[in-house]
């Protein structure tokens, strides 16, 4: 049977057993660069993420990492990239949260490595995970005041004296 095949297979099946556990309703998909993406609530993405793992066997979380959307409702997410070492199937999830309540639950207890990735997550972006065991800055100093990957953090410090823009087209 062709590779394609079996790969629609395997999301059609992941699709139809998420449909059941969340209802038609419950969360949308759409298929970004070849990979099957799922958006699910924030309020059940724990939930969600822990069925992957135990009954469709996405026991791998290959990353996490956090998006910023200035202007919209819900301008900070977290995206959760599995895969399925035993089907080598990978699958995308997202959820979406407001910058005024940016917490999402921590899912260490299902994949241990999540541990240094929300710590990324929160140090670059702002999105606290409620219940995780250590988090705190990962690479920006402790006192620093902002999250330098959301898209209103300054690209260079504008009290810069020494840079000449004439050079740069400015």
Partial sequence: MPAFTIKAERDQLV?????????ADGFTHERLYDTLCFTVP???IHSTLAYLRDELDFNFLTSLCGMHFPGLEKELGAVYFLHSMRN?????????????????PTVTDLWPTANWMERETWDFFGIQFT?????????????????????????EDPTREDKDNTFFGR
């Fill in 131 to 155: 219940g995780h065991p250590n988090l705190k800055r990962i690479l920006n100093m402790e006192d620093f005041p902002a999250f330098p990957m959301r898209k209103d953090y300054p690209l």
């Fill in 42 to 44: 924030k309020e059940k």
């Fill in 88 to 104: 080598g199937h990978r699958i995308r999830v997202k959820t979406y949260v407001t910058l005024q309540e940016a917490k999402l």
């Fill in 15 to 23: 699709t139809d057993r998420l449909t059941g556990l969340l209802g």
